[in-house]
């Protein structure tokens, strides 16, 4: 269909829309008339994905001063999920504006999802690697600059004529020695002038581009970034300033960046932006200065003129360091103009100097984790220490030294990416303390506080401020739309990241039956309250309860069923007591029994299973942890997940000394009191599990609260809008055979065929609709109320 929004023509390429997804779009016409940034919260699985892609390219089109679509996911998977969904759109837009007599120039778009070269390495013996850095590694001793230069005898950049415009086939690379990508040469002589045609290029189209053509996929995807209009990657690349400094620089303000699932967004700033040493780190990072001693001598008797060079390039600045080469090694947490003109300081510019003073560097550290006792320390104390030791005056040295380094690896011809990790971590770690002097703490601690027996110290610099991640991008882009289904409370979110939005809207959801059932089971049939609090955890009662609920429940749900705890610890423990109370055994005769473990592969393999169980109709329960790999990526929609049970409540683990830094940053700097904090994260958590369970408007399911805590007003209202309209007083502080009850009216009722002509003029609107009523709708649709009243269905 064809939507107004205003005086804006929208392609949204399916028959029907839901009141949400057409509210969603006049707030984000709000916000980005405005040149704004703003908040949405949109109930999960009512189409927000295709809402974004469907206004936005339809904006780009009405207003060519918009620049492009940078849409940030957090995994490949969503990624190419994304990818598809904008295929759909595009292609019922071109559809549409074809027979409007557009020609095809004015409509044309190029999308790319860009990855790891991991994921986008199309070379024999990256199949080999088992890690990132190894296939990042192999890359860099491929196709740096001095590699190639070897076998082309002079300059890499030139090494051979560019191909034809008209080229389709498979460069003509058998010349290509074996210490070359040939991948990468096809790629290089093909030239950077050459723009792919219009398309939706994901993972899978870029490899097969690569293999046609002979280009590296990674290279041309890099490329396509600078004339893209739909860009679809990674947080860490608009985050992470080692990573955005090489891959996002070019980007221009008029973009529009998305933030999709952003319920987490500030742990990802603060994650970015923290730096853990640990003592195997120093040993590793000194050996790494005496390999890079060594080098530089050779280098000084073999080619002392590349040295003299460097030294000129430091003098005149550093816009000249970071090129391609250094893509793979370390660059600086800082990523400004301002930075980038500046030279490096004369104490650190000469190489043999740098590496006396990274060699002072370690030693102090070394000095500081020999303690015993846990130390926490501002950035300026930790400064006043930290200077005389390595004999500089200022911190502005520390300020360049990632910077410095890179330059030096390119200097010294360094290809062994991951065997220099160690170096630039203490090289980011310095860098992060000269630039800020605020928003961190130093925290060095000899044991890990749940083990203190066991010596194995860690310094850490930890970011205490979410804010300091997400002002660049702020600062940098006109629109930021940070969007996800559990983002409340909306006003607390956005205190954290530090900027006031245009727009701030928390949407319901609109149903044409009740198929959302939360509900709170504060005690079992025996009246004993059930609770993860530290203090009744290990309670038989309580955990006997728990058993009791989870077999009610697998014997009356059908299909799937989830159950989250609040740690991996917690669940080992539940486990273990269910085992010996037979309420394993219990389980079992009902369904399956899985289990996520910290192990990426056994929780794959254990969730294949999973599904099969379902599918087969046998019915299974898979035990997770709330703030594990499931809880964030892993959807269990239809038949997967009928139920979902969360077994307390998940709390951050309030002894440890990063988060109590935190926040008592939040309570001095913010105003956020600790209690509110810690509510408000583990509500979110809790709110990400229940959504897991819920995917389209047709789907249904239980959301059980089980933890007396959930009681409390003040913990329920920090739940997103959407799921609290269902939450009523009939439905809170349950026993566990009042709740079976409900259970049982709810499976009854949702077991009765969905009729789609109910769901016309409530759930789904038409165009028909949309045009006759929408001038007395005014976004309303969804406003206060969870199910509308239905209007007459036309014809």
């Not at 990132?132 to 196709?143: A, F, G, K, Q, W």
């Not at 004529?161 to 290089?188: I, K, N, S």
């Not at 169980?613 to 809880?631: E, H, P, T």
């Amino acid at each position: 269909m064809i939507l107004r929004i205003d005086n804006l023509r929208v392609y949204f390429p399916y028959d029907y829309i839901y009141p949400e997804q057409y509210a969603y779009m006049q707030e984000l016409k709000r916000a980005l008339d405005a040149n704004g940034h703003c908040i949405l919260e949109m109930p999960t699985g009512t189409g927000k994905t295709v809402t974004l892609l469907s206004f936005i390219t339809s904006y780009q089109l009405a207003r060519r001063d918009i620049g492009k679509l940078i849409y940030c996911t957090r995994t490949v998977g969503e990624m190419e999920k994304v990818l598809a969904e904008l295929e759909v759109v595009v292609r019922y837009r071109d559809a549409q504006l074809e027979q409007q007599g557009v020609g095809e120039r004015a409509r044309s778009l190029v999308a790319v999802g860009l990855t790891t070269r991991r994921n986008l390495c199309l070379h024999p013996q990256a199949a080999q690697c088992e890690t990132r850095e190894e296939v990042d590694t192999l890359c860099r001793s491929l196709t740096a600059s001095w590699v190639r230069d070897e076998h082309y005898g002079g300059a890499a950049a030139s090494c051979a004529p560019v191909a034809r415009e008209d080229a389709v086939g498979p460069m003509d690379v058998e010349d290509v020695p074996g210490t070359l990508c040939r991948f990468y040469e096809g790629y290089a002589r093909q030239g950077n002038d050459v723009i792919l045609p219009s398309g939706i290029y994901t993972m899978q189209r870029l490899l097969q581009l690569g293999r046609q053509r002979g280009w590296c996929p990674y290279y041309t995807a890099r490329h396509t970034l600078n004339f893209a209009n739909v860009i679809v990657y990674n947080y860490q690349y608009l985050l992470d300033p080692k990573v955005a400094g090489l891959i996002s620089r070019e980007l221009a303000r008029e973009c529009v960046v998305v933030f999709d699932e952003a319920h987490n967004i500030d742990n990802v700033c603060i994650d970015a932006l923290s730096v853990h040493l640990r003592l195997h780190h120093l040993q590793r990072a000194q050996t790494n200065v005496a390999t890079l001693r060594n080098r530089l001598e050779e280098m000084k008797q073999r080619d002392a003129a590349r040295l003299s060079e460097e030294y000129q390039r430091l003098v005149r600045g550093l816009r000249g360091v970071s090129g391609d080469d250094a893509s793979t090694l370390a660059t600086s947490p800082v990523v400004s103009e301002d930075v980038l003109r500046e030279s490096i300081p004369g104490n650190i510019r000469r190489a043999e100097h740098f590496l006396h003073f990274l060699l002072r560097l370690i030693v102090f550290l070394r000095q500081r984790m020999r303690g015993r006792q846990v130390t926490q320390d501002s950035p300026q104390h930790f400064l006043r220490a930290l200077l005389p030791a390595v004999q500089i005056a200022d911190r502005k040295p520390l300020r360049f030294c990632a910077d410095r380094l890179a330059s030096l690896l390119q200097t010294l011809e360094v290809s062994e990416v991951r065997d220099f990790l160690p170096l630039q971590s203490i090289a980011h770690f310095v860098t992060l303390l000269g630039t800020y002097a605020h928003g961190f703490a130093v925290i060095m601690e000899p044991y890990d506080e749940r083990t203190p027996n066991v010596t194995d110290p860690v310094l850490q610099l930890s970011c205490l401020d979410a804010s300091l991640g997400m002002r660049p991008v702020f600062q940098r882009f006109q629109s930021v739309v940070l969007t996800s289904g559990t983002i409340s409370p909306l006003d607390l979110y956005a205190r954290l990241l530090g900027f006031r939005p245009a727009v701030s809207r928390s949407f319901t959801v609109s149903l044409h039956r009740d198929s959302i059932c939360p509900m709170v089971i504060s005690r079992g049939a025996d009246q004993i309250a059930v609770s993860s609090k530290y203090d009744s955890r290990s309670d038989p009662g309580v955990v006997r309860n728990y058993g009791a609920l989870m077999v009610e429940l697998a014997a009356i749900v059908p299909d799937g069923m989830v159950g989250f705890f609040t740690s991996y610890l917690y669940m080992e423990n539940i486990i273990q007591m269910w085992h010996d109370m037979g309420v394993i055994q219990k389980l079992l005769e009902h369904k399956l029994v899985f289990i996520e473990t910290p192990d990426i592969v056994e929780s794959s393999t254990a969730l294949e299973h999973y599904r099969r169980a379902c599918d087969s109709g046998r019915g299974a329960l898979f035990l997770c942890v709330a703030r594990g790999k499931v809880a964030e990526g892993i959807d269990f929609d239809r038949h997967y997940g009928r139920c979902v049970v969360i077994l307390g409540v998940p709390f951050q683990y309030t002894e440890s000394r990063v988060l109590r830094a935190r926040l008592e940053f939040l309570r001095e700097s913010l105003q956020i009191r600790e209690g509110d904090f810690l509510t408000f994260d583990a509500m979110r958590q809790a709110a990400q599990c229940l959504g897991r369970v819920i995917r389209s408007k047709t789907d249904y399911g239980l959301m059980i609260l089980a933890d007396r805590r959930y009681n409390r007003a003040q913990n329920r209202t920090k739940l997103p809008q959407w799921i609290q309209i269902f939450l009523d007083d009939s439905k809170v502080d349950l026993s566990t055979d009042m709740a079976v009850g409900i259970v049982r009216d709810f499976l009854c009722r949702m077991a009765q065929p969905v009729d789609r002509a109910d769901m016309l003029g409530t759930t789904l609107l038409s165009e028909e609709y949309l045009s006759g009523r929408v001038d007395g709708m005014n976004g309303s649709a969804v406003d206060g109320c969870h199910r509308a009243e239905a209007p007459p269905v036309k014809g």
